[in-house]
């Protein structure tokens, strides 16, 4: 197995399976590594900490007030170092059933990051403006406790967030070029950037059909549909999101937790919180219903093709592929095991959450209950796929700071010179790793 990154140390990228570390962040390790390569470095982002301390206050009243008193000020200053505490459960066990991977987003075109940076907003980073020389921050009333989000496919800089009561569209305004509107909708008040002339007004809100917290999004492929669930719900919803309006799809399928909608728009998948998960074809909306013995899903990604759809679970270390034997619309599918190699030897009692670059090589892989030697790393795998998936172990990814811990992350699918990959981290950083090696021109 490749060595496991030192405490204190921090990866900064992938050079043909060799994963690059430094001691500590600096943007001059990255120019000496793949900044030679690329002509540029995704330096780190850290949280806006001032907003995040009125999440510790919220937060703090439902805790007992024997609790808060023995923590004092050493607590406030926690709040500070680690405010990933306040807007995720305290305990590591419950973090994937709320993250599933849905609070960090790479614009599928554009080199546009957007994640959750606190419990009622959003941080993103917009790397194709050259003016924009810090991130934005979106904020509204309308948006508190967020729980995922998502960019929109095929329509410039718009990002679907899900909160309390429904769902925040943002959207990127340009002078001499704003956002469309859908008729009924009243823009809200704009988030600018410094020394950027661009604005990010909120242009609309899809309020929940019964006022639900909306904890899952997934956009169609072209767009024009966004889907919508929530854990209080006995049903999911498709929005035509031109139009404002929402349409249940109700199968009794109270407790979901996660939608995937496919590449091609096919097929389209849901998790439930009891372990159970559905595949749907989007033809006419029927569905067959799988179950697992290893738990949760924790993760789900689809193949670039769209027929074929990767699941992780909660207490398993293996993966499982469901292959459609059939052309849409038919459900017909069978399920193989994915072994991933020298997993099982991090002490792992399961998988927190995956991602899968487009083109379909890389995966990242957190793990659940891991040994102490491999507790908060990311592991990389390099993919090959014919008729199986064949996964080969690159190496670990360690983030910045004391005991750091995954808490989502994501791939760049629109970059052309190599997978990827954006992490957030519980010590308050956002970081990007680029994944290069042989197939993408490296010597």
């Known amino acids: 197995m490749p060595r496991v990154p030192q405490p204190g140390s921090v990866t900064v990228c992938e050079i043909n399976r060799v994963l690059i570390t430094s001691e500590g962040l600096s943007d001059d390790r990255a ?48 709040a500070v170092v680690d405010p990933f505490k306040f807007i995720f459960p ?17 614009h599928p075109r554009k080199h546009v990051l957007a994640f959750i940076s606190g419990n009622n907003q959003i941080t993103v980073r917009d790397y194709d403006d050259p003016e924009a020389k810090e991130s934005f921050i979106l904020a509204s009333e309308s948006q508190k406790d967020i729980k995922c989000l998502e960019w929109r496919p095929n329509s410039g800089r718009t990002l679907a ?5 429904g769902i925040c569209i943002w959207s990127a305004s340009y002078l001499g070029n704003a956002p469309s509107v859908r008729p009924g909708a009243v823009p809200h ?11 990010w007004p909120l242009i609309d809100i899809l309020r929940s059909l019964n006022g639900e917290h909306v904890t899952a999004l997934s956009w169609s492929p072209t767009g024009r549909y966004l889907a919508s ?3 209080q719900s006995s049903s999911f919803t498709i929005w035509d999101v031109a139009l404002g309006i929402g349409t249940p799809i109700r199968r009794g399928l109270g407790g979901i937790c996660m939608l995937k909608w496919s590449s091609t728009g096919d097929y389209f998948f849901t998790a439930k919180l009891d372990g159970t998960f559905y595949l749907w074809e989007t033809s006419t909306w029927t569905s067959e219903r799988w179950s697992s013995t290893g738990g949760q899903v924790s993760g789900a990604v689809w193949d670039p093709n769209g027929r074929m759809i990767l699941i992780s679970f909660s207490e398993s270390t293996t993966l499982a592929s469901i292959h459609f034997s059939s052309r849409p619309p038919s459900l017909d599918a069978h399920l193989v095991p994915v072994d991933l190699p020298e997993f099982v030897a991090t002490g792992s009692q399961g998988i927190g959450n995956i991602a899968w670059d487009a083109p379909g090589e890389r995966l990242a892989v957190s793990s659940k209950g891991s ?3 491999h507790r908060g790393l990311v592991a990389v795998y390099d993919i090959r796929r014919g008729p199986l998936i064949s996964p080969s172990f690159v190496g670990f990814i360690r983030g910045p700071g004391e005991n750091p811990k995954p808490l989502n992350f994501s791939f760049h699918d629109g970059f052309r010179q190599g ?11 956002t970081c990007t790793y680029p994944l290069l090696f042989r197939s993408h021109g490296l010597p």
Do not use: M
């Open 31 to 78: 120019r000496e590594t793949y900044g030679k390569i690329l002509g540029t470095v995704f330096g780190p982002i850290p949280f806006n900490y001032e907003l995040l301390l009125s999440t510790a206050e919220r937060v703090s009243d439902q805790w007992p007030d024997e609790e808060i008193s023995s923590r004092g000020v050493l607590a406030q200053l926690k």
């Open 90 to 106: 305290r305990e590591e066990t419950d973090l994937p059933s709320l993250i599933e991977g849905h609070g960090i987003s790479w």
């Open 229 to 231: 669930a929530s854990c």
């Open 161 to 165: 967030v899900g909160c309390k009561g």
């Open 371 to 373: 040994n102490e030697q």
């Open 419 to 429: 997978p990827l990959l954006s992490v957030c981290w519980s010590s308050g950083w």
């Open 189 to 199: 008040v704009s988030s600018i950037s410094r020394g950027s002339g661009v604005r």
